[in-house]
């Protein structure tokens, strides 16, 4: 039986014992930071690790700024705010993503338009996407609207799936073409570049989560990129209340969000992003080691990162061949059994209750994919 | 002049030095538990430390739950959605208060309806926000609209402003007379007692905020106090992204939050409320030494909490009179050129861009008051 051939894989590369999805792992500097930052008495809404965790990240992303916050969710909601998303606008997100990418849209009063994703990077496909839009989308002054619901489209949100880059010159494309500023949700991809360019920084803006399931963790926290300065100082501005600065007057000039990441929590990334390369080859390593092991297994293969991109491999990902898809949850019942946790993918967006009315393209490869995703255990450190 | 005669003051208790308007203290188990927490990796959204922090705040407050959550203004928002509040519906906050209040009213969708303070608790007048609302408010069907917008009154928002209690007896009876579920914004007021009863748990649900500024901090933090075990089932569930228990299937019934207090901030914030007895004798403590040093001073008083209510004296407060309320800022420039650092209260919500179209009752005691706060070094440990 294939879920014991894959069990058997597993054994021979992580050993006995029981194995969580993903856990995070505090190696580094992590004690002394949060030490330090509690005996400084700075561990809230302003302080040294903030600033120095928004530069640390900038700088290894190659964005020009970052703004920490509070999470993967609230970045992705004021980013989408940034690029002009308003109320009763359309923005085109994946069906096959976390709920967060759907809700972060919900929040502005704006509604998710769900596309379909492509089997070689689980993302966003261009070209299905392309197809859709020319019969979808109409012009209408400086934008385009949905024909059949009368409301603009508004922006383009690819999400890196467990990691792995999407296409994102072929949506660059498309985003130009129809006028769409193009969010790369970026949450489940730090580490990962497309092209040598860092996910997350080749559209207006990018966003990050460093929950605790992703490769770096602040126990919970997010982060907006982006290279236009005026945004990133508008990011900042919105996600710290909107208040101007005075020695001690209270104004704020707009609707702004309780939205910084605490010092404390920055304190913990910034001993996470040391640690960062060496989280990146480990799980490089494991994805190698499941590979040779789960090679001859007929109807499974291991999800490997797309031609041109580096993947931080962040979760390892099972893809079950069509003919064996109505066995995924045997499998899945089996592996997880066995003290090896492992998930299928998320629900589609359009069967949640809250987005089942939500515009859709045609989502016949998400559809097949959500029947064959299994994710691996996956924590830096396994190999 | 005056100024001079309350920096005089405020040294004689002080001594020398800066003083800050307000900063935490940690003199407990705050590096204990927080390293415990890195150690057991569980930093992020479920942990052992957050169960506790919730316990501990229902028994501490006598709530009959408490539901963690990433800070005061989500808490907010989640309690005026469970109330009822929709998208055009007014909710009724005080015109002073932080701008949080109202914002948490704005991203629903809702409409903050300014009301009055009075002098006696610096929150929400009963006795003038009844009057008004008999001018104001129509019945239709089960509710009450606001006749000059016809839009529906849905929910009361008293603020317990610097700690102090407000009148939640006159409060109650507008509330049942006008069918506003009434939810208490307690960010300022844990440890402060309204009858003996415990601030944020005398209306349908309560919020309380553990920002670096409070009483007690969590680095980033808030909480959601409610009696009934269905809202708090309720307020759990929307703040953990609305997601079905199960195995390993992501299905989320409605649209929800990633709300949830990090461990590695409940950790904290289980030390900080082990010294909050502690923190509210000091606080008590500093109100004497500063009332003793600034009775003799023509033309200023300090604020005290109303009868029949225990303040947490959260911030301490000087009332100007209204004869030397043009010497507001001068006062203000010159205490904290002295190192000493004050603030005077917010701005008005009326008078803040966002919010200055907003329905409201003559606010005359609010715009007295606004020119006659001064907040005082008030951190705990200072006497």
Redesign the interface.
Known sequence: MVADSIINALRNTLGEGNFPLH????AGN??NY??EC??S?????VGAYVDRFERELAAYTGARRAVAV?????ALQVALQLAGVQVNDEVIVPALT???TA?AV??L?AVPHLADSEEATLGLDPRALRDWLKSVAEPTGDAYRNRQTGRRLRALVPMHTFGHPCDLEGLLAVAHDYRLPLIEDAAESLGSRYQSQHTGTCGLLGTLSF???KII?T??GGAILTNDERLADHAKHLTT?A?LPH????????????F??????AA?GCAQLEQLPEFLASKRRLFERYQAALVEIDGVRLMQEPFGCESNYWLQTLVLSGAIADQRDGI?QAI?DAGLM???A??LMHQ???YQECPRAPLPVAESLAQRLINLPSSAGLA
Chains 1, 2 share one sequence.
């Open positions: 856990e995070p792992r505090f992590e004690q949060v030490q509690i005996a008495t700075y561990v809230s809404s509070v999470n993967g969710t609230a976390f709920v967060a809700n919900q929040y009063g929950n605790g399931n963790t126990g919970g209340t208040k020695r001690w007057d209270y104004v704020h000039d707009e609707v702004g969000y309780n910084r990441m605490p010092n404390l929590n913990l899945l997880n492992t998930r299928p998320w629900r949640l209750a809250p």
